[in-house]
């Protein structure tokens, strides 16, 4: 599904989503995805959203976040241990699929929020 036309360059907006993957800056990228507004780390995470551990947040701490938002794939999964983990990354932590996960964090992104998202391909 395509977004939205992307309007700072410089941000990394997620541009387009499908089962195959993720389109940042014009680039797909065909795993999951850990984006902010200036930094991108591709592939990344498990296979599924039950594989999620807090050590694939680690990378995290190099950033002062307001929220995180996890995309889990194609249907939210409530994680709730991992979400009381992930509170040590982010003042706010929103999981959710990935499709409203990727169109949250394009909007706090327009907003200049301090985003990330952690996002599992819609195809998990």
Not at 43 to 52: D, K, M, R, V, Y
Request: proline share 3%.
């Amino acid at each position: 599904m395509k977004l939205h036309q992307q309007m700072n360059s410089r941000s990394n907006f997620i541009q387009a989503y499908d089962p195959g993957g993720f389109v940042v800056q014009g680039i797909h990228h065909g795993d999951g995805l850990l984006v902010g507004a200036d930094w991108l780390v591709s592939p990344w995470g498990p296979e599924t959203a039950e594989q999620l551990g807090a050590e694939h947040f680690s990378r995290l701490l190099e950033y002062s976040l307001e929220i995180l938002i996890l995309g889990t794939g194609q249907r939210q999964k409530m994680l709730l241990s991992l979400a009381g983990a992930l509170r040590q990354h982010a003042q706010a932590v929103e999981i959710m699929d990935s499709s409203a996960a990727c169109r949250t964090y394009n909007i706090l992104l327009a907003e200049d929020r301090r985003v990330a998202a952690a996002l599992l391909p819609v195809r998990t």
